[in-house]
């Protein structure tokens, strides 16, 4: 399983940065799908993450400013982060977590994710 992260880049305040993340390896329709971020010395912490079935999760933090989706056919998760501060500068992890229930919640704890991507830097001047 691979999970392929890119889009990350170095901007201004203010600013928007589209992210995504490209799966293979897995039958995609069948995880969950998310972004994490993780700043040096902090907890790597839940953004934001799509269920296989148009259901969406985001963080308090980026609420109303990042937009989550998917495509299932090209095997691919987009963030898309507007609004941009510098508090949201941070390495941008995507993740997988395999749905095993009918009505499987969306987690937003990381230990709960099966595969995790490389990373994406996001670095936001302010």
């Known amino acids: 399983v691979q999970l392929q992260a890119s889009g990350g880049g170095l901007v201004q305040a203010g600013d928007s940065l589209s992210l995504s993340c490209k799966a293979s390896?897995?039958?995609?329709?069948?995880?969950?799908m998310a972004w994490f971020r993780q700043d040096p010395g902090r907890e790597r912490e839940f953004v934001a993450a799509a269920g296989s079935r148009s259901s969406t999760n985001y963080a308090d933090s980026g609420r109303g400013r990042f937009t989550i989706s998917r495509d299932n056919a090209k095997s691919t998760v987009y963030l898309q982060l507007n609004s941009l501060k510098p508090e949201d500068t941070a390495v941008y992890y995507c993740?997988?977590?395999?749905?095993?229930?009918?009505?499987?919640?969306?987690?937003?704890?990381?230990?709960?994710?099966?595969?995790w991507g490389q990373g994406t830097q996001v670095t936001v001047s302010s």
């Open positions: 390896g897995l039958f995609f329709g069948s995880y969950i």
């Open positions: 993740a997988a977590d395999k749905v095993t229930a009918v009505y499987q919640p969306i987690s937003t704890r990381a230990a709960d994710y099966d595969y």
